[in-house]
C-alpha cells in the first residue's frame, strides 16, 4: 500500500478514477444533494479501492456496467479525514456507481435561508471543497495527485439557477414537476478539491468574450461594474504565463457569508461581495484567482503539505499582474500590506514554528487549522528571490517551461526542486532555498520592497504618538492600498480623541473598502471607541470573510465592555456563519480572558 496524502486513504497501488459522473437533487428543505456517482476508470480495474467519505449515508454500489451489487465497508470515524469507503471490484470493472447522500451539516457546503441573500427571496447553496471537503460532497480519492475530469446533472428547484466550475451544457425542465436539471461537463483533469457548485437566483452580464459575471439580482450590475476590467487582467496574465487554457473565466459573486476572499474554481471562480468597494481597488483579489488558472489549477500542489506552491507562486503573479495594470507603486503598497499579513501569521505561530515553514509536515493536522498567510506571503518571497538571483527574463522562460512540464499535474515541493535544479544547477543553494522550505520564520536574505512614497507614509504613521499627522493634501494623494498602509502602521488602540480625529478625517467609518472599514474599525474595537460598534456589529453580522472575523474578534477581546459586544453579536451571527468561520471566530473568543 502506497498511501502519498496524509489527509486522504487515496492509494497510488489502487486503480484510479479518471471522471467522475454526477447525478444530484438539490433539496432545500432538507439541506441535502442526493443521488449518485460514477467513478470511471481509464483502463479495467480490479481489487480493492479506499475511498474518502465524509458524512456521507452511502445506500449502495454496484458495477455500472451490470448493474451487480458491490458490498462495501465503512471504516471508523476519524475526526479530520471522515470515514474510508472501502469498495472490492470484480475484474474487468469500468466503473462503479455509487448512491449516497450529504449530510445537512456537510462540511463543504453551505445552505443559506432567503434572508441571507440579497434578494431576500430565495435560498442559496454553494461548496467549497478546498482542501479536504469534495469528500462530504462525493464519495471520491479526495487528494490532489487523483485529478478527475466530471459530468453533473443538477436538479434544483424551478427559478434558481446552478453553476459549476465547469462548462455549462444546458438546462431543461428537471425529472419532477417544479424542478428543473443544469447539466455540466468539464473535459479537464482536476483535483477534487476545485469540484465546486452553487444553487441560487443568479443573473449574469457579459464582460468579455471569454468572461461573464454572476451574481443575484440586486448584485449583478455593481459586480459587472467592479470587475468590468477583467479581460486587461487575463491579458496581462498570459503574458506572464502563456495562453490561458480553460476557454473561459467566469466568476460568481457570493452572498456576505462566503468564508473566503475567493477562490479560484477553475471556469467560475467564486467571490466575496466584499470586493465590491464601488472604485474597483479590490481587484487585486481577482487577479489572485486568475492567476491560480495556471499556478494551482494548471500545475497544483501534490498535497496541502505543498500548498505554498500554489499559493506562493499565485501570490508573485498577482502582485505582476497589479505592476502591469497600475504601475510599481501599487504594486510595493501591495507586498507592505502582504508583509503586515506575514508578520502577524508568524506572531500567530509563535508556538508552533514547525507551521512557518513552507514545506509542512500535517500528518494528524487539519489543514483547515494550519491556514495562514505563511504559504501565500512567505511563499510569494521565496518566488521573487529566485527570481532576482536569475533576472526578469530568465525567470520569465524558467516559468513557462514549468507551467509546460507540469501542466494538468499535482507536483511536490521535491519535484519542484527537482526540476529548478536541472534548468539552474546551484540555484537553489545560492538562495538558501533549504532554510526557505525547511526552517522555520524568514530566512536572512527575505526580500524587501521598498519606495519612497511608502517609506514617507509609514514614517508619519509612526510617528502617530509624537503628534504627526496626515494633512488633507497628503490624504487625498494616497491610493486606498497605500491608506492601509499607513492604517496598518499606527498604534493598535488610540486614546478617544485620536480616534475622533482619525475618523472624521478620514470619514473611515462610511467606508465602502472593507480592507480600509476593518483595519479601522480594529482599531476602534481595541480602543473602545463607542461611536464605531454600530458598525462593527453591522460588519459581524453581515459578512462571513475569516480574514475579516479574526481580527476584529481578536481586537473586540481587549476591553470587559466590547467583549460583551462580541460575545452578544457572536450568539446572533454564528447560526448565519460558514462553519470555517463559526470555527474561526470561536478560537478568537476562547483567548479572551474570563
Ligand atoms: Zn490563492
Given at each position: 500500500?502506497a498511501?502519498?496524502?496524509?489527509?486522504?486513504?487515496?492509494?497510488?497501488?489502487?486503480?484510479r478514477?479518471?471522471r467522475?459522473?454526477?447525478?444530484?437533487?438539490?433539496?432545500?428543505e432538507?439541506?441535502?444533494?442526493?443521488?449518485?456517482?460514477?467513478?470511471v476508470?481509464?483502463?479495467?480495474?480490479?481489487g480493492?479501492?479506499?475511498?474518502?467519505?465524509?458524512?456521507?449515508?452511502?445506500?449502495r454500489?454496484?458495477?455500472?456496467?451490470?448493474?451487480?451489487?458491490?458490498?462495501?465497508?465503512?471504516?471508523p470515524?476519524?475526526?479530520?479525514?471522515?470515514?474510508?469507503?472501502r469498495?472490492?471490484?470484480?475484474?474487468?470493472?469500468?466503473?462503479?456507481?455509487i448512491a449516497?447522500?450529504?449530510?445537512?451539516?456537510a462540511?463543504?457546503?453551505?445552505w443559506?435561508?432567503?434572508?441571507?441573500?440579497?434578494?431576500?427571496?430565495?435560498?442559496?447553496?454553494?461548496?467549497?471543497?478546498?482542501a479536504?471537503?469534495?469528500?462530504?460532497?462525493?464519495?471520491?480519492?479526495?487528494?490532489?495527485?487523483?485529478?478527475?475530469g466530471y459530468?453533473?446533472?443538477?436538479?434544483?428547484p424551478?427559478?434558481?439557477r446552478?453553476?459549476?466550475?465547469?462548462?455549462p451544457?444546458?438546462?431543461?425542465?428537471?425529472p419532477?414537476?417544479?424542478?428543473?436539471?443544469?447539466?455540466?461537463?468539464m473535459p479537464?483533469?482536476?483535483?477534487?478539491?476545485?469540484?465546486?457548485?452553487?444553487?441560487?437566483?443568479l443573473e449574469?452580464?457579459?464582460?468579455?468574450p471569454r468572461?461573464?459575471?454572476?451574481?443575484e439580482?440586486?448584485?449583478?450590475?455593481?459586480?459587472?461594474?467592479?470587475f468590468?476590467?477583467?479581460?486587461?487582467?487575463?491579458?496581462?496574465?498570459?503574458?506572464?504565463?502563456?495562453?490561458y487554457?480553460?476557454?473561459?473565466?467566469?466568476m460568481?459573486?457570493?452572498p456576505?457569508s462566503?468564508p473566503?476572499?475567493?477562490?479560484?474554481?477553475?471556469?467560475?471562480?467564486f467571490?466575496?461581495?466584499?470586493?465590491?468597494?464601488?472604485?474597483?481597488?479590490l481587484?487585486d483579489?481577482?487577479a489572485?484567482?486568475?492567476?491560480?488558472?495556471w499556478?494551482?489549477?494548471?500545475?497544483?500542489?501534490?498535497?496541502?503539505e505543498?500548498?505554498w506552491?500554489?499559493?506562493?507562486?499565485?501570490?508573485?503573479?498577482?502582485r505582476?499582474?497589479?505592476?502591469e495594470l497600475?504601475?510599481?507603486?501599487?504594486?510595493?503598497a501591495?507586498?507592505?500590506?502582504?508583509?503586515?499579513?506575514?508578520?502577524e501569521?508568524?506572531?500567530?505561530?509563535?508556538?508552533?514554528?514547525?507551521?512557518?515553514?513552507?514545506?509542512?509536515?500535517?500528518?494528524?493536522?487539519?489543514?483547515d487549522?494550519a491556514?495562514s498567510?505563511i504559504?501565500y506571503?512567505?511563499g510569494?518571497?521565496?518566488v521573487a528571490v529566485l527570481?532576482?538571483?536569475?533576472?526578469?527574463?530568465?525567470?520569465?522562460?524558467?516559468?513557462?517551461?514549468y507551467?509546460?512540464?507540469?501542466?494538468f499535474?499535482?507536483i511536490?515541493?521535491?519535484q519542484?526542486?527537482a526540476?529548478?535544479e536541472?534548468?539552474?544547477?546551484g540555484?537553489?543553494?545560492?538562495?538558501d532555498?533549504?532554510?526557505?522550505?525547511h526552517q522555520?520564520g524568514?530566512?536572512?536574505n527575505a526580500?524587501v520592497?521598498?519606495s519612497?512614497?511608502?517609506?514617507?507614509?509609514?514614517?508619519l504613521?509612526?510617528g502617530?504618538?509624537?503628534?504627526?499627522?496626515?494633512?488633507?493634501?497628503?490624504v487625498e494623494?494616497w491610493s486606498?492600498?497605500?491608506?492601509?498602509?499607513?492604517l496598518?502602521?499606527?498604534?493598535?488602540?488610540?486614546?478617544?480623541?485620536?480616534?475622533?480625529?482619525?475618523?472624521?478625517?478620514?470619514g473611515?467609518?462610511?467606508?465602502?473598502?472593507?480592507e480600509?472599514?476593518?483595519?479601522?474599525?480594529?482599531i476602534?474595537?481595541?480602543?473602545?471607541?463607542?461611536?464605531?460598534?454600530?458598525?462593527i456589529?453591522e460588519?459581524?453580522a453581515?459578512?462571513?470573510?475569516?480574514?475579516?472575523?479574526?481580527p476584529l474578534?481578536?481586537?473586540l477581546?481587549r476591553?470587559?465592555?466590547?467583549?460583551?459586544?462580541?460575545?452578544?453579536?457572536?450568539?446572533?451571527a454564528?447560526?448565519?456563519?460558514h462553519?470555517l468561520?463559526?470555527?474561526?471566530?470561536?478560537a478568537?473568543?476562547?483567548k479572551y480572558?474570563?
Amino acid at each position: 500500500m502506497a498511501r502519498t496524502d496524509p489527509h486522504s486513504c487515496f492509494d497510488d497501488l489502487q486503480p484510479r478514477a479518471s471522471r467522475w459522473h454526477l447525478r444530484l437533487l438539490v433539496d432545500f428543505e432538507s439541506r441535502i444533494l442526493a443521488g449518485e456517482v460514477t467513478l470511471v476508470f481509464p483502463r479495467p480495474a480490479s481489487g480493492v479501492l479506499d475511498l474518502d467519505s465524509k458524512g456521507l449515508t452511502i445506500h449502495r454500489a454496484w458495477v455500472s456496467a451490470t448493474g451487480a451489487g458491490l458490498p462495501f465497508e465503512l471504516g471508523p470515524e476519524e475526526p479530520i479525514l471522515g470515514r474510508r469507503l472501502r469498495l472490492t471490484l470484480p475484474a474487468d470493472t469500468h466503473g462503479v456507481t455509487i448512491a449516497y447522500e450529504t449530510s445537512p451539516d456537510a462540511a463543504g457546503l453551505q445552505w443559506l435561508e432567503p434572508a441571507q441573500t440579497e434578494g431576500g427571496r430565495q435560498p442559496f447553496l454553494f461548496s467549497q471543497c478546498q482542501a479536504i471537503h469534495a469528500r462530504s460532497l462525493v464519495p471520491c480519492q479526495d487528494s490532489a495527485v487523483a485529478r478527475v475530469g466530471y459530468d453533473a446533472d443538477v436538479v434544483v428547484p424551478e427559478g434558481l439557477r446552478a453553476v459549476m466550475s465547469a462548462g455549462p451544457m444546458g438546462d431543461e425542465p428537471g425529472p419532477m414537476p417544479g424542478t428543473r436539471v443544469f447539466h455540466f461537463r468539464m473535459p479537464q483533469p482536476i483535483p477534487s478539491y476545485l469540484l465546486a457548485l452553487a444553487v441560487g437566483d443568479l443573473e449574469s452580464r457579459e464582460l468579455s468574450p471569454r468572461s461573464r459575471v454572476w451574481a443575484e439580482p440586486a448584485t449583478v450590475e455593481r459586480a459587472a461594474w467592479e470587475f468590468a476590467g477583467v479581460e486587461t487582467m487575463i491579458g496581462a496574465a498570459e503574458q506572464l504565463f502563456g495562453p490561458y487554457d480553460w476557454e473561459r473565466f467566469d466568476m460568481l459573486v457570493l452572498p456576505p457569508s462566503f468564508p473566503y476572499g475567493g477562490m479560484e474554481n477553475p471556469r467560475m471562480t467564486f467571490l466575496t461581495p466584499t470586493l465590491l468597494a464601488g472604485d474597483r481597488s479590490l481587484v487585486d483579489v481577482v487577479a489572485h484567482e486568475l492567476a491560480h488558472s495556471w499556478t494551482g489549477n494548471l500545475v497544483t500542489n501534490a498535497t496541502a503539505e505543498h500548498f505554498w506552491l500554489n499559493e506562493g507562486f499565485t501570490v508573485w503573479a498577482e502582485r505582476r499582474i497589479l505592476r502591469e495594470l497600475h504601475g510599481e507603486e501599487a504594486c510595493a503598497a501591495a507586498w507592505a500590506i502582504g508583509q503586515n499579513a506575514l508578520d502577524e501569521s508568524l506572531e500567530r505561530f509563535r508556538a508552533e514554528p514547525e507551521l512557518t515553514l513552507l514545506r509542512t509536515r500535517l500528518e494528524g493536522i487539519d489543514p483547515d487549522e494550519a491556514f495562514s498567510s505563511i504559504p501565500y506571503e512567505k511563499g510569494a518571497r521565496l518566488v521573487a528571490v529566485l527570481e532576482q538571483a536569475v533576472g526578469e527574463a530568465a525567470f520569465q522562460d524558467l516559468l513557462r517551461a514549468y507551467m509546460g512540464r507540469f501542466r494538468f499535474t499535482s507536483i511536490t515541493t521535491e519535484q519542484f526542486c527537482a526540476f529548478v535544479e536541472e534548468r539552474f544547477p546551484g540555484l537553489l543553494r545560492r538562495v538558501d532555498a533549504d532554510s526557505w522550505l525547511h526552517q522555520p520564520g524568514m530566512p536572512g536574505n527575505a526580500p524587501v520592497f521598498r519606495s519612497g512614497r511608502l517609506d514617507r507614509l509609514t514614517a508619519l504613521a509612526r510617528g502617530w504618538e509624537r503628534g504627526e499627522r496626515p494633512d488633507a493634501g497628503q490624504v487625498e494623494d494616497w491610493s486606498p492600498g497605500e491608506l492601509l498602509v499607513y492604517l496598518q502602521n499606527l498604534p493598535r488602540a488610540l486614546p478617544l480623541d485620536d480616534c475622533a480625529w482619525l475618523d472624521r478625517k478620514l470619514g473611515l467609518t462610511a467606508r465602502g473598502n472593507h480592507e480600509l472599514l476593518v483595519e479601522w474599525l480594529c482599531i476602534a474595537a481595541a480602543s473602545g471607541y463607542a461611536p464605531a460598534f454600530g458598525r462593527i456589529r453591522e460588519v459581524l453580522a453581515r459578512v462571513g470573510r475569516m480574514k475579516y472575523l479574526r481580527p476584529l474578534y481578536a481586537a473586540l477581546g481587549r476591553h470587559a465592555d466590547t467583549r460583551r459586544l462580541a460575545r452578544e453579536v457572536f450568539v446572533a451571527a454564528a447560526p448565519g456563519y460558514h462553519s470555517l468561520s463559526r470555527r474561526a471566530v470561536l478560537a478568537e473568543l476562547e483567548k479572551y480572558p474570563d
